[in-house]
């Protein structure tokens, strides 16, 4: 079973720049897509972009194109999410999930329910 676990969260100011890491317990570049998702006090979870770990394709939602990227580091089995320009909005619980590619239809990324494999979460905070 697949372990993940979620670094690299705190409390920035408007306009700053963090970077969260998602490490895996095992390799899974060959055979996972993995998303981030954020989940705000009160508010359900939702998506923030996914990459496809064969291919490296990536997507993310119209709220953070241009501020946000996805990417990977094969060899430390870590994805990871750069988040610049920071907006008070970004303020959430940060998750990152996994599936299997076999298992999980790449069109479907954006529901929550498609991943068995979660981290903790990390904490984003962004003031104004």
């Known amino acids: 079973q697949v372990q993940l676990v979620e670094s690299g969260g705190g409390l920035v100011q408007a306009g700053a720049s963090l970077r969260l890491s998602c490490t895996a317990s095992?390799?899974?570049?060959?055979?996972?897509?993995m998303a981030w998702f954020r989940q705000a006090p009160g508010r359900e979870r939702v998506p923030v972009g996914a990459?496809?770990?064969?291919?490296?394709?990536?997507i993310l939602v119209d709220s953070v194109k241009g501020r946000f990227t996805i990417s990977r580091d094969n060899a430390r089995n870590t994805v990871y999410l750069q988040m610049d320009s920071l907006k008070p909005e970004d303020t959430a619980v940060y998750f990152c999930?996994?599936?299997?590619?076999?298992?999980?239809?790449?069109?479907?990324?954006?529901?929550?329910?498609?991943?068995?494999?979660w981290g903790q979460g990390t904490q984003v905070t962004v003031s104004s």
């Open positions: 990459i496809n770990l064969s291919t490296t394709n990536t």
């Open positions: 095992e390799r899974i570049i060959d055979n996972y897509n």
């Open positions: 999930a996994a599936e299997l590619a076999g298992r999980l239809k790449y069109s479907r990324w954006a529901y929550p329910n498609e991943y068995r494999y």
